[in-house]
C-alpha cells in the first residue's frame, strides 16, 4: 500500500531534530506523501528545508490562527516568497478558531507547550476579525495560484462556510484538517470543493460522534492525516511510540499512519487496501503530486 498523509506538522521543534529519522521510519512503512504544513513565519524555513531534503516531503505555508499575534509587517510577502520558491506548495494551516477566545488560559497553556515559546500571562488570543482577515487573504493567495489550502476551524463551522461561499477558493479544492463540524454541514461543504481530514486522534472511544459523521463524507473526498506531533492514537494502536525528550508527553510520530488507515478501515468494513488506493486518488486530485 502507498499512504498518504494529508497533514502533519514534521517540522515540529518536538521531534528534537530527529526528522530525517521520522521520515525513514514512515517511509518504512509505506508512506509516500507527507504534507508538513507551517504555522506561522518562525517554522517556515524549517518546512522548506525539509521539502528540499525528503521528496516525500509536500511543503505548506500558512499563518495558523493561534499565531497571529506574531507576525511581522512583512509575513504576507514572505509567505508569497515561500510559496512561489518551494515547488509543489500549499497554503496552510490556516483558519478560524472561536474556541481560543472562550478559553484564554487554556490557549496560552497550549501554545506554551506544543509551540515551546514563552506565553505571557497578559498575552490574549487573535479577534475573530483578524483572524477573518488573515484567513481570507490566504485563501486568495490559495485562489490565485490554484494550490490547495488546508485549514483548521474550531467552533466556527458556521462563519467559515460563509467565508468560503462568499470569497475566492483554489479551483482544485481545500482541505478541511480533522474534521470536527457536524454532518449536515459536509455536502455543502463538498460542494464548495473540500476534502475532510480523518485524524487518529478519532479512533479514541469518546470521539464516536466525531467517527460517525465520516460516514457522510464522500468517498471521493475522504483523506487520512496524523497531525503528527499532536492527536496521538489510543495507545493500544500506537506502532511508533514516541516522546517529547522536554517532558515525556507523547508525540506522534508520522510514522503511525498506517494504523490511523487501519482504525478507519476498522470502523467502516472497508478492506484498507481498497482505503489506501482511494485516499491517495483523492490525494492526488487536490495535491497534484
Known sequence: ????????????????????????????????????NGTGESDWPAVADLARRHPQVVPSFGCHPWYLGRRTPDW????????????????????????????????????ARTAGIPVAATEIPPSMT???EAFVWQLRVAAARDVPASIHCLDAWGRMFELLRDGPRPARG?????????????APLAGLGACFGFPGYF??????????????????????????????????????PLADPADGRTVNHPANL???YRGHAGFTG??????????????MQLFGV
Not at 497533514?7 to 504534507?35: I, N, P, S
Open 1 to 36: 500500500m502507498e499512504l498518504v498523509d494529508a497533514h502533519d506538522h514534521l517540522q515540529d521543534g518536538r521531534f528534537a531534530g530527529k526528522q530525517d529519522d521520522l521520515v525513514a521510519d514512515a517511509v518504512r512503512t509505506g508512506v509516500v506523501r507527507l504534507v508538513v
Open 174 to 186: 481545500f482541505l478541511l484538517h480533522s474534521y470536527g463540524g457536524p454532518a449536515e454541514m459536509v
Open 258 to 260: 498506517a494504523a490511523v
Open 130 to 132: 483578524d483572524q477573518e
Open 76 to 111: 504576507r510577502g514572505r509567505l508569497e516568497r515561500f510559496i512561489d520558491t518551494a515547488p509543489g506548495s500549499a497554503v496552510g494551516e490556516i483558519g478560524l478558531d472561536r474556541w481560543m477566545l472562550e478559553n484564554p488560559d487554556r490557549w496560552r497553556a497550549r501554545m
Open 203 to 240: 479512533l479514541h472511544e469518546r470521539k464516536a460522534r466525531q467517527r460517525e459523521v465520516f460516514r457522510a463524507v464522500p468517498p471521493d473526498r475522504l483523506l487520512i492525516e496524523t497531525d503528527a506531533p499532536d492527536q496521538s492514537l489510543p495507545d493500544a494502536l500506537v506502532t511508533h
Open 270 to 283: 472497508e478492506p484498507v487496501e481498497r482505503l489506501a488506493a482511494r485516499v491517495r486518488r483523492n490525494f
